[in-house]
């Protein structure tokens, strides 16, 4: 897994990178009552913001970490977006992408790096 300076983890999946938030940002939110995924097809550019995640607390925006096609969203949170709350870093993802360019992962965190980040 790679992370993201805004809390998002970044998971190889073949020629596909899954994408979700870590269980850090997931505590952060509080519960979360509502989600909104981008659309299967989407084609999204580094930093777009193309999810929306509200909780009791906030309202937050999930930014594309690499330019791509969105390839499958998770319906599962539409359904039941506590499910963040529940496995952030698991059952929780976001969505699943074809980046047109894998190189930029290189400069995102490994484990370690993250957990030092987050202090």
Do not use: C
């Amino acid at each position: 897994m790679k992370y993201t300076e805004e809390h998002e983890w970044l998971l190889a999946e073949g020629e596909l990178i899954v994408v979700g938030i870590t269980e850090h940002a997931a505590e952060q939110l509080g519960d979360v009552v509502f989600v909104e995924l981008p659309d299967e097809g989407d084609e999204v550019s580094k930093d777009d913001e193309i999810v929306v995640i509200e909780s009791v607390k906030a309202a937050s925006d999930i930014l594309a970490p690499l330019d791509g096609e969105i390839v499958e969203i998770n319906e599962a949170l539409v359904e039941n977006p506590a499910l963040i709350n529940e496995d952030a870093e698991g059952a929780a993802w976001f969505f699943k992408m074809r980046p047109s360019d894998l190189s930029p992962m290189d400069d995102y965190m490994d484990a370690a790096g993250y957990k030092t980040f987050i202090g």
